[in-house]
């Protein structure tokens, strides 16, 4: 699952690659999608990367090596755009993609909303909004025929969601790729709650909160990775994890 973002920079490089023979540089990429400096590329193309779809040479400049592309719709409008004009291709399938990314505008939970369920309910169903990165952030996708249940003891007061996680940044906090994580909505968490965070108004990830004077941290739970460092009006809260599925295969 990618962001639109990354979808595009991939469709980018993969059309530079058929025309040219060669990827495009930094200063390329960054112009062809719009950005403000390459720090951006840079974190798109890590993504990428992580995700499986593209894998840097190293100890060469401009060295990229482009090991799949998305098998989804956006993919095969690309593919067959392409045909007609290949410069254009990623970008009007980026067009047709949907907005269904998890909006920063969640209804804030409260002391006085009761609790979801009664006692005599032995389990919920919750929206299953799709997948969200332990890695780096990406959209999580809406899903609006899935949901998933689990028992009430579970839930808190107030709304709430699950997620797919994706990624192994959160390792050390004891959740892992593949897991189930229990979302309340909310728009406000403590220091150091492992949150769900809107960052720019575009991604999302799940990381553990930090305030640092008038920035906002953004922890991952695994070395390999870095914090992230925002400012108060990058990062909206959309949620707090409060528990936590596994699913072991047999």
């Known amino acids: 699952m990618l962001t639109r973002k990354q979808h595009e920079l991939l469709m980018f490089i993969n059309q530079r690659l058929q025309d040219a023979g060669i990827p495009p540089s930094f200063d390329e990429m960054k112009d062809a999608l719009g950005l403000r400096s390459k720090s951006g590329i840079h974190r798109l193309i890590t993504g990428l990367e992580e995700r499986g779809f593209v894998r840097r040479l190293p100890h060469r ?116 790729n593949g897991d189930t994580v229990i979302i309340q909505r909310t728009d406000i968490a403590e220091n150091g709650a492992i949150v769900v965070a809107l960052v720019d108004n575009e991604e999302v990830t799940l990381k553990r909160l930090r305030r640092r004077g008038k920035s906002i941290a953004l922890e991952p739970a695994n070395p390999a990775y870095e914090t992230r460092i925002c400012g108060p009006e990058q990062v909206k809260v959309q949620g707090r994890l409060i528990a936590l599925i596994r699913r072991y295969d047999a």
Do not use: C, W
């Open 61 to 176: 400049a401009r060295a990229l090596e482009i090991l799949r592309l998305p098998t989804n719709m956006a993919t095969n409008v690309a593919t067959d755009a392409a045909k007609a004009e290949p410069t254009k291709a990623g970008y009007r399938a980026m067009e047709m993609l949907p907005p269904n990314v998890v909006r920063g505008e969640f209804r804030t939970a409260t002391s006085e909303t009761p609790p979801p369920v009664a006692a005599s309910v032995s389990a919920i169903a919750l929206p299953f909004l799709g997948k969200i990165a332990a890695g780096t952030p990406i959209a999580a996708i809406r899903d609006q025929s899935r949901s998933i249940e689990v028992p009430p003891d579970l839930l808190a007061r107030g709304e709430h969601y699950a997620l797919e996680v994706e990624g192994d940044s959160m390792i050390e906090a004891g959740i892992f």
